[in-house]
């Protein structure tokens, strides 16, 4: 299975089963599509056998070559050269592939039974009113609360002792606002340090913020000990202020923006001693900024190197949710931002988009391709009274707590849902999907929250994720060709 399509001067070809790129010109472009057009209507188990054969039947190739060769006005052995061409790249298994992976998808998934990383929800509460916040205005519907150092140390000492081997461990101070419990922050991260001497352990810290609390003691801390900040802006101050505003109503655009500029100044100095340069503005565009380009590309112009900005996944009902007659005016946006990122790499004027960063030579390794996000198995949320449930974005859901951090996992029956039932190939959907090796079965929790069942896939997402990883391919193919030039 293959999918083609083209984008700013470039054919590109993915094979979806091995989830290699080809950037080839209009002939060859053309080539493939009329050998896929045959293939595809071919019955039989093996897409690479069905392939081989009609690339090597001498009638089908002389055919094809004579049609294309008075298109193109070039020679039928031109043609036949690019025949040739994709007979090698299929008996390598990187053009019209079987897929190897279905059958071990299952074994691959337990690789994720050793935990990771848990996101700490040191407040539930925050000092903004967020119109589209999914933790319930910061303090999940009603469950509010702050998160002593004894429960952070015992959530600590719980991913340790279910670490395994794993060296290296994750923390994200979430919230609500986790500044509001800054003191307890840094003391849980001095106690990382501690266990990291005692355990052969590292801990990367990771802090979200709405920057409202930003500070020289936070920008300094942060530097010396966090290996990420995330915060939290929408772009335009418009856009930002319209659903990112404090409880009384006033916008935070202004509150926020010197904060930002200043821990991003610091964190970016290449003169200063600090645990790690990373960042990224975190943002969510709704039916108000249908435009959102227009958004991510005002933070590159503020000086924000490191962007972001998710749709949001919300109530249809609601006035701000984004619907389904949306995606053609969404495509368009995705498109115009990876033209503009294109033109200003260009020019020396670069910038980072999440989405669009893929690795056409590395990237994830294939487990976790296959086995998707290591939600409740890999990775669990802790709430400031120690439950445990699969993921912060199911923090709040009585029916998804899965235990807690002094006793354990206490619903194994939960887990089970989600170690044994959540990868790549659970998802009917995703088995056909040409992008599936890029998306690794999306997002479980968007999947249930719009369909109650983690298997269902959100449709509205997987066609935002399609149009992401064309854009991110054709910048990632442009790239690689400015660089081999």
Known sequence: ??????????????????????????????????????IMSHPGNSLKKRA??????????NDLAAELSAVYEI??????????????????????SDDPYEEAAGDLKLKQSVLKAICLHVAHGCNMDCEYCFAGKGDYSGKSGIMSLETGKKALDYLVANSG?????????FGGEPLLNWDVCKKLVEYGRELEKTHNKIFNFTLTTNGVLIDEDVIDFTDREMGNVVLSMDGRRETHDRMRHTKSGDGTY????????????????????????EYYMRGTYTAYNKDFSRDVIAMADLGFRETSIEPVVSSPDVPYALHEEDLPQLFDEYEKLALEMYDRRKRGEGFNFYHYTVNLTGGPCIYKRVAGCGVATEYLAVTPTGDLYPCHQFVGD???????????????????????????YTRDECRGCWAKLYCAGGCAANNYHSNGDINKVYKFGCELQRKRIECALMLAVSGSEERSE
């Open 1 to 38: 299975m293959i999918h083609q399509f083209k984008f700013n001067g470039f054919n590109i070809v993915v094979d979806a089963n091995s989830a290699s790129v080809h950037s080839v010109d209009d002939a060859a472009y053309d080539v493939i599509s009329r050998c896929d057009e045959l």
């Open 52 to 61: 081989l054969e009609i690339l090597g039947d001498p009638a089908f190739r």
């Open 75 to 96: 020679p039928q052995s031109d043609l036949s050269e690019v025949m040739d061409d994709l007979i090698e790249l299929c008996s390598e298994g990187l053009i019209w």
């Open 165 to 173: 081997n794993r060296k290296h461990l994750e923390v994200d101070f």
């Open 254 to 277: 202004d509150r926020i923006m010197d904060n930002f500029k200043a821990l991003v100044r610091s964190r970016t100095d290449d003169t200063k001693d600090h645990r790690s340069s």
């Open 398 to 424: 009585d029916d998804m707590i899965v235990g807690n951090i002094y006793e354990g996992i206490t619903h194994p029956e939960t887990v089970k849902i989600f170690s044994a039932g959540n990868n790549l």
